[in-house]
């Protein structure tokens, strides 16, 4: 991976260049990563006019699950502890003659840039703005390869969750046993706090589980997902507790399960994002759900959870080819209880066969 590794700094490189600063300074951890293979605990990432440079304030971590950094990368560790890797980039930055240095202004407390800025007073401070973020939108296939792995943890965690008993136990327990399924099963850990919601809870997007039990005739919503080396997937599913789901759990399952068939169906590069959005949105709105419809329909996944693009009624922009977004629509009913059908797929031309699903764990409605 260290031609790949160097190639992405040098595509940001020339964007540096093009707008006047012959160094940057990366401080975002996902960032880093992406950049330098590796985003230790505190490092930062220098690319300088005279080589690039990791920064970090103690010894890189070994394991594999936080990466390593890329063999032509010079890694320096701070000489003592307290000291501040962004500052002392910015001093190795001046000393290499530099006018300039590109910040992720967006990344950095005031305070940090008031520490850079009085270390290096004569060198101008630029605005990265979201150049690296912008690089990662569109995976390669080792990084499509590694949601792909994640993927397939989450769904097998998920489907063994579903083969045991769930009533009486509660939100809380069950969403532990989630995340421990997904470190058995080899993912560097869950890829955000696994959300598990029962009854007049479920439905809700981002609910944190309580200590309510799952009862007969419940609605049970889990939305859940695995990191692995790094690249974090999502899949969101909604069953229902008992032998016979009522009538209004089936026609509101079929309602969202239409919405994202449709959202799913439109994903194609050059597809703006709005448009996405609005394919799932328009089947939701049309049954009087306007009102109780999240912000948006899915968002990027990669080495974060939540990345640009966003699916969103006002979204700039368009879909490219080899782009992992969720779409998740869902419908929330106070009182009652609600559904969220949540699936991780990667944007391909219809050449290659469409969209690449890959949470595959079916969304039939199920009686548990």
């Known amino acids: 991976m260290s031609e790949v590794h160097v190639a992405r700094r040098a595509c940001l490189r020339e964007r540096c260049q093009a707008s006047g600063s012959a160094s940057a300074l990366v ?15 505190g490092a930062v990432l220098l690319l300088g006019r005279a080589g690039d440079l990791l920064l970090c304030p103690g010894p890189p971590d070994e394991r594999p699950a936080e990466g390593r950094p890329d063999e032509a990368l010079r890694v320096e560790r701070l000489p003592g502890p307290g000291g501040d890797p962004a500052v002392a980039a910015a001093g190795h930055a001046m000393a290499q003659g530099g006018e300039c240095l590109a910040v992720e202004e967006h990344h950095l407390t005031v305070a940090r840039h008031r520490a850079i800025r009085s270390v ?9 703005g979201g150049a690296v973020e912008q690089l990662r939108v569109v995976k390669d296939e080792e990084e499509i390869s590694c ?3 994640g993927a397939e943890i989450a769904d097998q965690a998920l489907g063994e ?3 045991s008993i769930l ?5 809380r327990h069950l969403a532990l046993e989630l995340e421990r399924r997904l470190v058995d099963h080899g993912a560097d850990g869950p890829a955000f706090a696994t959300s598990v919601a029962t009854g007049p809870n479920s439905g809700r997007r981002g609910h944190r589980p309580t200590d309510r ?11 859940l997902g695995a990191t692995y080396r790094g690249y974090r997937c999502e899949i969101g599913r909604t069953f229902v507790i008992g032998t016979s789901p009522a009538d209004w759990q089936i026609e509101l399952y079929d309602l969202v399960f239409a919405a994202q068939r449709a959202g799913r169906e439109i994903l194609a590069p050059g597809v703006a994002y709005r448009d996405v959005d609005r394919a799932a949105r328009q089947v939701l709105d049309s049954a009087g759900y306007a009102e109780r419809l999240p912000a948006l329909t899915g968002h990027g996944v990669g080495l974060e959870i939540d990345e640009d693009p966003e699916l969103a009624p006002s979204a700039m922009g368009k879909l490219d ?8 629509p869902g419908v ?15 944007v391909r031309p219809e050449a290659d066969g469409g969209p690449e699903l890959l949470t595959i764990t079916t969304k039939e409605l199920l009686a548990l």
Do not use: M, W
Request: charged content about 25%; overall charge neutral; aromatic content about 2%.
């Open 27 to 41: 401080s975002r951890p996902a960032n880093v990563r992406y950049l330098a293979g590796a985003a230790p605990h």
């Open 120 to 128: 290096v007073p004569r060198l101008r401070l630029a605005d990265l």
């Open 147 to 149: 949601l792909r792995i």
């Open 161 to 163: 969750l579903l083969e």
């Open 167 to 171: 009533v009486g136990r509660t939100e």
């Open 213 to 223: 039990r799952v009862e007969e005739g419940d609605f049970l919503s889990v939305c």
């Open 321 to 328: 080819a080899c782009v992992p977004v969720t779409v998740e």
């Open 332 to 346: 929330h009913l106070p009182g009652r209880g609600g559904v969220r059908i949540d699936d991780t797929l990667v």
